[in-house]
């Protein structure tokens, strides 16, 4: 049975939060691989299709009890009521949109936003009927203008990927209230440990857990976080029907993972904002960005909604792609890839490989421009990173 840690505080609520023991009462949590689960009778069998209780599994597509613990971890410390484990990210924003949402149905969601998400948005659920919205997130008066009576559901990223626009949550999540809309916040980029979703209101975080959670590059995951009404409604319905489960190595894995996240991300983004600090009026470069350094257009609104604004930053390399890439060639410990939240310090050009197919008019609204350079800071010294960043742009 698990305990309640509730009262205890966040960073305990990673170490201790959603534990289940098995009758070996071993400390590190178990990791139940198994698909099954066995009845000692035919009539528990039956009982257990009619109604499933807590500590009670049928098939891991639908739980497990690997899964159930990091599903109670994770939601208890973002403070929602409850939560659903999903094989990936997307899984989980597909999953989300998917279940809640029929034809006919209005979306307003902002149009900064990753890739695959844009496309579940715009292609999967336009064939089905679903009429969307799409809005600059930084604009309040065209939240308002898109929100209709009727309107079902707001999509948004707390913090862009890649361009890291921050959009104003409390006012959003009043404005969608007002029109009975339900807000749904990916909030990959603003991490777990600084996200300020359920604070401003949002009825649904969905993260992937994939980045800051695991945060040492191995797993695939995500979650789904609300109300137990709709976790263990429409989305649970939808989710063990159609395959998106976590499964229960992944959910293990970010267990142990989850002890450790305060520590890793508190770390890694102190060292970001140094980097945007450092960095900050270097000659080579049009712009450096993190929303909490007082360089962000934002900054004021990033503050106020968080000390940190997750673990990335960017910068706008002087000299189009060619001196850009001259940049990304240079540097020795940053690794050049397309992932972030690692603990391995990673640089990305968006606009040749995470946005490679976006128009270029699209692009150029975005703000994904031939410098554009993503940065994950990761857990080494800040020193080295500094002084590789610093040697690469001097043969940019
Ligand atoms: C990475 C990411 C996703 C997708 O997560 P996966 O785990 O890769 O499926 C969704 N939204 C945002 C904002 C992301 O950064």
Redesign the pocket.
């Known amino acids: 049975m698990t305990k309640d840690f509730s009262k205890l505080s966040k960073r305990t609520q990673l170490v201790h939060g959603g534990t289940r023991r098995s009758q070996y009462n071993e400390v590190s949590e178990a990791v139940f691989l198994t698909q099954g689960f066995v009845y000692d009778t035919a009539e528990q069998a039956e009982a257990r299709f009619i109604k499933v209780g807590d500590d009670e599994f049928i098939y891991a597509r639908y739980g497990n009890p690997t899964v159930r613990m990091f599903e109670d971890r994770i939601s208890a410390y973002l403070g929602f009521e409850d939560g659903f484990a999903c094989a ?6 597909n999953g989300a949109l998917t279940s809640l949402l029929k034809a006919g149905d209005h979306v307003v969601a902002s149009r900064a ?2 890739g ?2 844009l496309y579940v948005l715009q292609d999967v659920l336009g064939r089905f009927g679903v009429d969307v919205t799409f809005v600059d997130g930084t604009d309040n008066a065209a939240w308002d203008a898109a929100l209709r009576p009727g309107t079902r559901l707001v999509f948004l ?1 707390s913090i ?2 890649p361009t890291l626009e921050v959009i104003d949550l409390k006012y959003v999540c009043d404005a969608a209230h007002k029109v009975g809309a339900l807000v749904l916040v ?4 603003a991490t777990p440990v600084f996200s300020y979703a359920k604070a401003c209101g949002a009825d649904i975080a ?1 993260v ?4 800051h959670v695991d945060g040492q590059g191995r797993m ?3 979650i789904i976080c609300g109300p137990k009404d709709l976790i263990r409604g429409p989305i649970e319905a939808y989710m063990k029907h159609t395959g998106g489960a976590m499964n229960p190595f992944a959910a293990w894995t970010h267990l142990k993972a989850l002890e450790t996240m305060e520590l890793r991300v508190r770390a890694q983004a102190t060292a970001a904002l140094q980097v945007a600090d450092t960095l900050a009026g270097h000659p080579k470069l049009n712009a450096v960005r993190y929303p909490t350094h007082k360089a962000h257009p934002q900054y004021e609104l990033a503050c106020a909604q968080a000390p940190f604004a997750g673990t990335v930053l960017t910068i706008d390399v002087k000299g189009g792609k060619e001196a850009c890439f001259r940049f990304l060639n240079a540097l020795e410990t940053i690794l050049i890839s397309n ?2 939240a690692d603990a391995k310090s990673i640089a990305t050009h968006p606009a040749t490989t995470t946005h490679q197919r976006l128009p270029q008019e699209q692009k150029d609204i975005l703000g994904i421009t031939p410098g554009l350079v993503r940065l994950s800071i990761g857990l080494e010294d800040p020193a080295d990173i500094v002084a590789d960043l610093l040697h690469a742009l001097d043969k940019a």
């Open positions: 990936s990210g997307m899984a989980a924003v936003l990753f695959s998400c990223e862009s990927n990916d909030d990959a980029m969905i992937s857990t994939t980045k695939l995951g995500g992932n972030f």
